[in-house]
């Protein structure tokens, strides 16, 4: 028997979690670091942030992680579009944060 338990995972399981922890820092990069986020959540389709700062948020970044697109709702407020699939996303932002 080849029984897949924790630490004897088939290689794609493994290659996914180096790809959403890659995709994670890229994420928190797009949205100006760790120090420009103050808040985190997600609706049906969209990761919301609150920044600090605007100015540096980099959409071209956050494009690169499979965005479908940047919306920003106010100077602070910024939603980036992922599709249903977001609240994975936003669980693995919010875990690398510290704050889930």
Same mark, same amino acid.
């Given at each position: 028997m080849n029984v897949e338990t924790p630490g004897r995972e088939s290689e794609d399981e493994k /290659? /996914? %979690?180096v790809a959403a922890d890659?995709? !994670?820092k890229v994420i928190i990069s797009g949205l100006g670091g760790e120090a420009n986020i103050? &808040? %985190?959540d997600c609706c049906f389709t969209r990761l919301r942030v609150r920044v600090k700062d605007? @100015?540096?948020v980099v &959409? /071209?970044?956050l494009?690169? !992680?499979g965005a479908n697109g940047i919306n920003r709702v106010s100077d602070n407020d910024v939603q980036v579009i992922y599709g249903p699939h977001v609240? @994975?996303?936003a669980n693995e932002v919010k875990t690398a944060l510290g704050v889930a």
């Open positions: /290659q /996914q %979690v890659e995709r !994670t103050e &808040d %985190v605007m @100015k540096e &959409d /071209q970044t494009l690169s !992680t609240e @994975k996303i």
